[in-house]
């Protein structure tokens, strides 16, 4: 696979030189730069491609949220703090993983794997899904074109869908399926009383919850935020089954 091409952001000349060493360590990333500024952060992703920003979220000039705010989805964010209570504020913002510093490289390393997970799919998509012919009640399956042919996939499976910006990644219990194709078609193919839209870039199957907290939804080891335009109906549907 490329390089990841990451940056490093922290007001602490300390945890830049550490994290600087850890990632030198890993081949699946580039270090592009690093700084303690905000401001020239931001000016260096005016000129260069990022695809990944370590980002500290108490700095002077700016916050990581507040940079965050400002990039949105251009990059890809792994945050590194030393207060855990930013953990709930930054999975708003569809980190890809929380560093609680002092971050020793075993821990660095996993996360850098969430991201290598992420840049590089199990299965790289080639066309638009289609839904399986139309049969009598709800259908349990859907055939997915992918990498040139047709896979079928039982809805059982499916523990919930993620986007990724033109694409969607479909979980599935074994392997994960990247497909060409919008939130608006997929949520007509799926059963509304199995799926459920729970976020912009999240489709959850609702039976294969595993936690709910606050605004976070855990499903295995993923944990899925609630987007506020969603909240409501998710709530209504937490009290019918409650």
């Not at 999975?91 to 929380?98: A, M, T």
């Not at 850098?112 to 899904?129: D, R």
């Not at 335009?229 to 549907?237: A, G, K, M």
Request: one cysteine or more.
């Amino acid at each position: 696979m490329n390089q990841i091409r990451c940056f490093i952001l922290d007001d602490e000349p300390m945890a830049i030189s550490l994290l600087s060493e850890y990632a030198k360590k890993i081949p699946q990333l580039l270090l592009v730069g690093s700084s303690t500024s905000a401001l020239e952060a931001l000016k260096l992703f005016e000129e260069e491609t990022i695809d990944l920003l370590f980002i500290d979220i108490q700095m002077p000039e700016l916050t990581g949220l507040q940079i965050m705010d400002i990039l949105g989805n251009r990059t890809k964010y792994i945050v590194t703090s030393a207060y855990s209570e930013y953990a709930l504020k930054g999975y708003e913002y569809q980190v890809l993983d929380y560093l609680l510093k002092p971050i020793s490289f075993e821990r660095f390393y996993k996360s850098v794997q969430k991201a290598k997970e992420y840049f590089q799919p199990v299965v790289q998509p080639s066309a638009p899904a289609l839904s399986a012919p139309p049969v009598k009640g709800e259908a349990d399956f859907l055939f997915v074109k992918t990498d040139g042919k047709l896979i079928k996939i039982f809805l059982k499976d499916l523990l919930f869908v993620e986007g990724l910006k033109d694409y969607l990644c479909l979980n599935l219990r074994q392997e994960k399926i990247i497909i060409l194709d919008t939130f608006l078609e997929l949520e007509k193919k799926l059963p509304a009383d199995d799926f459920m839209r729970v976020h912009k870039s999240y489709i959850v199957r609702l039976d294969q919850i595993d936690t709910i907290e606050r605004n976070r939804i855990f499903i295995n080891d993923k944990i899925i935020p609630i987007g506020k335009t969603y909240v409501d109906h998710f709530q209504q549907w937490v009290k019918e089954h409650h």
